[in-house]
């Protein structure tokens, strides 16, 4: 069965400063690889997934990732995080069943808390 | 295009009461999904179906939980009777797996709060 670890649970940067957010999986094949963002009260909103190809990969509102199969993770990033940034982060891993149909799972997240 | 649409946004009820919570997907989309956010915690699968079917409810606690997807669109979720455990937000989600593609991105709704007394 997959797996995801978010190691940081709380994460707090000033604006303007870089940010990174670590996820490690675990899932024998390739997988598929996404991050959602979940700002309070709503519910997640999909910023970036990677399938195949190439391993950096760009999403919505500036945030990137980037695959590393021998580190197996999945880290996002951004260069200069905005105080809209609040929110809290999740990684997951989706695999594929027989049948096509794709299971997901998720991280425990991330609180991204963005001082002035 | 409209979102996935769902009903209530907040419930309170006692424990022993049942509830149940109503979701609409995304025009279209043939799977679809409902997660239990605990506090603190990422989205857990309950079920999943395909179409009207279901896929995986490997996680639904059956003995309370039940789950309909009737004519392959919107859904219900019920829990009789409720836990204090059971607190926590019911979120649906739906997706489009276009042909030749390997597109799972799921869409959320905003979630039910559910509070158990």
């Known amino acids: 069965a997959q797996s995801v670890t978010q190691p940081d649970i709380h994460i707090t940067v000033s604006e303007g400063a870089s940010l990174e957010l670590r996820c490690n999986y675990s899932?024998?094949?390739?997988?598929?690889l996404f991050w959602y963002v979940q700002s309070p009260g709503q519910g997640l909103q999909l910023l970036l997934k990677y399938f195949s190809g190439d391993t950096l990969v760009q999403g919505i509102k500036g945030f990137e990732a980037e695959f590393k199969r021998s580190q197996s993770s999945f880290n996002l990033r951004k260069p200069s995080v905005h105080w809209s940034d609040a929110a809290e982060y999740f990684c997951?891993?989706?695999?594929?069943?027989?049948?096509?149909?794709?299971?997901?799972?998720f991280g425990i997240g991330t609180k991204l808390q963005v001082i002035p | 295009e409209a979102g996935v649409a769902q009903s209530p946004r907040y419930k309170i009820i006692e424990k022993r009461q049942s509830v149940a919570f109503w979701c609409n997907p995304i025009?279209?989309?043939?799977?679809l999904y409902w997660y239990q956010q605990i506090l603190g915690q990422g989205p857990k699968l309950l079920i999943q179906f395909q179409n009207n079917g279901v896929v995986d409810d490997s996680q639904l606690p059956k003995d309370r939980f039940s789950a309909e997807r009737l004519k392959g669109v919107d859904s219900t979720l019920k829990i009789q009777p409720a836990k204090l455990e059971d607190s926590a937000v019911y979120l649906c989600a739906s997706s489009l797996r276009l042909k030749g593609q390997n597109s799972y991105e799921q869409y959320f709704g905003p979630g039910t709060r559910l509070t158990v007394t």
């Open positions: 899932y024998g094949a390739t997988p598929y």
């Open positions: 997951a891993v989706g695999a594929e069943f027989h049948g096509g149909y794709q299971k997901v799972t």
């Open positions: 025009s279209g989309h043939a799977t």
